[in-house]
């Protein structure tokens, strides 16, 4: 047994990244600056989009695109059962009904015909989750929503570097699209807390810069700086979802890597495969389709909880005795007790994704794991499967 924990994901901030953190406490300006505007520039260059806006979570980016087109009362958001509560949340939140659609059980992103046969007159927007970093299949979503006249929210906190069929992940898909990126510790860069939202609309994008910074019409370093004017004007009633200069300084400099560090986890996800590709008991994510950028925030195999007579919830624990870690991605949705008191969902309406929550378990994935640390996973692994 390793004598030092083993965490499923551990970020890593150059010195340089450090550095630049110091500088901005000591100018004074650690709030919303030149640094974030500087981030949100690089950014917008790296996936291709016209509007980067940054904001304090992804959470906030997908509430904020949310209000930015409009999606209230009364509206229909339909989206995956297999995600993160934030992207049930934030439909929530702005008063619209969430409408669950399947995952297709290989990829585990959303089924494009099962949200076609979701839509209904009520429906405004589809929200894809690129689960774990492989693209949706964004042809037939966009086909899709351009016949009903959907809006397309991206949640693609996984899915920084990657691309579908050429296209940047984040990159335009028209006016009605916005894409919505994490900077959590464990995503494939990090601000420490933080998210981003990327979009050509013109329109959306002013709404999520001033919704972001309490629905003024001008932001701290437009007030406060030498040039600035004190006077503003309240536009909309907004909400504190800004990026501080404290965390741009580190998300500058982690872009700055992002090819690097996303190299390295494919890296190690090919070790995962040639070690564990043999067993019965485990069935590893596919190969991606080769005509798409899968960015590997996470590598996601099932236990196959039959075979192994041994629960995921089990094996996670044999895992957690050797000092390895791990992580459950995701409950599906529909089990938590809100959603179904508040929504009719029940264990039967979504099998595909009730499957995969039962047994999917994330391996640790991070650039700066060792070649001992990827030996140590593998080999306790493979003690549990026998």
């Known amino acids: 047994m390793r004598s030092e924990f083993l965490p499923f994901a551990k970020p890593d901030v150059s010195e340089e990244a450090i550095a630049d953190v110091v500088d901005s406490i000591r100018s004074g300006w650690i709030t919303t600056g030149p640094k974030a505007q500087r981030f949100e520039n690089s950014f917008g260059e790296y996936v291709g989009s016209p509007y980067s806006l940054a904001v304090n979570s992804a959470t906030a980016g997908l509430h904020l695109a949310l209000l930015a087109f409009g999606i209230g009362p009364g509206d229909e958001v339909i989206t995956t059962p297999l995600t993160f509560a934030a992207t049930v949340n934030t439909i929530v939140w702005v008063g619209a009904k969430p409408v669950l659609a399947d ?29 774990a970093g492989r693209p949706c299949d964004m042809d037939a979503i966009e086909a899709i929503a351009k016949r009903h006249r959907l809006v397309i929210i991206e949640d693609a906190a996984h899915a920084l570097g990657a691309d579908f069929r050429g296209r940047r ?26 998210g981003m939202v990327c979009t050509e609309c013109e329109d959306a994008a002013e709404k ?60 190690i996800v090919d070790l995962y495969r040639r070690k564990l590709g043999g ?59 809100y959603f179904s008191e508040n929504y009719g969902w029940k264990r039967g309406d979504f099998p595909n994704a009730e499957y995969v929550s039962g047994r999917i ?14 030996a140590d996973g593998v080999e306790a692994v493979l003690e549990i499967c026998g």
């Open 103 to 131: 995952i297709d059980p290989v990829t585990l992103n959303i089924d494009p015909a099962l949200v076609e046969k979701a839509v209904t007159p009520r429906t405004k927007a589809i929200i894809p989750v690129h689960f």
């Open 169 to 194: 992940i984040g990159a335009p898909l028209g006016e009605r699209h916005a894409a919505v990126f994490s900077f959590h510790p464990t995503k494939n860069i990090t601000t420490g807390e933080g």
């Open 208 to 267: 999520v810069s001033v919704l972001r910074q309490h629905g003024m019409s001008k932001g701290a370093w437009n007030r406060y700086a030498v040039t600035g004017n004190p006077h503003y004007d309240i536009l909309f009633p907004g909400l504190k979802y800004n990026m501080l200069d404290i965390q741009a300084a580190i998300g500058s400099d982690q872009l700055k890597h992002l090819e690097a560090f996303n190299a390295k986890r494919r890296e």
């Open 279 to 337: 067993l019965k008991t485990l069935s590893l994510p596919p190969v991606p389709d080769p005509k798409d950028t899968h960015s590997w925030h996470i590598f996601t195999p099932l236990v196959e909880t039959d075979r192994l007579e041994m629960s995921r919830d089990e094996f996670m624990g044999k895992m957690r005795e050797k000092n390895i870690g791990t992580a459950l991605h995701y409950q599906a949705i529909h089990l938590f007790s």
């Open 361 to 374: 378990i994330s391996l640790p994935l991070f650039p700066a794991m060792t070649d001992d640390d990827i």
